[in-house]
């Protein structure tokens, strides 16, 4: 448990190179605001997920992988691409959070 460690979810997310996750308000969200890119695996048929995707898609970085990618674990170049994409100063990529209000999906 990570709250057993002492260590928030938020500073964890932020912590992260990338995450790998499904589509979900939480932690798309915690991305978006600490710059960490998102590597997902669609959750179907949730009517949620396009505006979700979209929003993220708006405010951060997100790339879908397929399962048969992740179930063979051949998402190491989506993994280079999205590090490369969103590398540089945190500061410089996210500025837009200290001059913007916006309101989650």
């Not at 993994?79 to 999906?105: E, M, N």
């Amino acid at each position: 448990n990570i709250a057993d460690c002492g260590i928030s979810h938020l500073d964890l997310t932020a912590s992260c190179a990338v995450i790998l996750t499904k589509p979900g308000y939480g932690t798309f969200m915690e991305a978006a605001c600490s710059g960490t890119p998102v590597l997902y695996l669609s959750r179907g048929d949730w009517p949620e997920e396009p505006a979700l995707l979209a929003w993220q898609r708006q405010h951060g970085y997100c790339r879908e992988i397929t399962a048969t990618q992740f179930q063979q674990g051949d998402f190491a170049d989506d993994i280079d691409q999205a590090v490369a994409a969103t590398s540089g100063p945190l500061h410089a990529r996210f500025s837009w959070l200290h001059h913007r209000s916006f309101t989650a999906p």
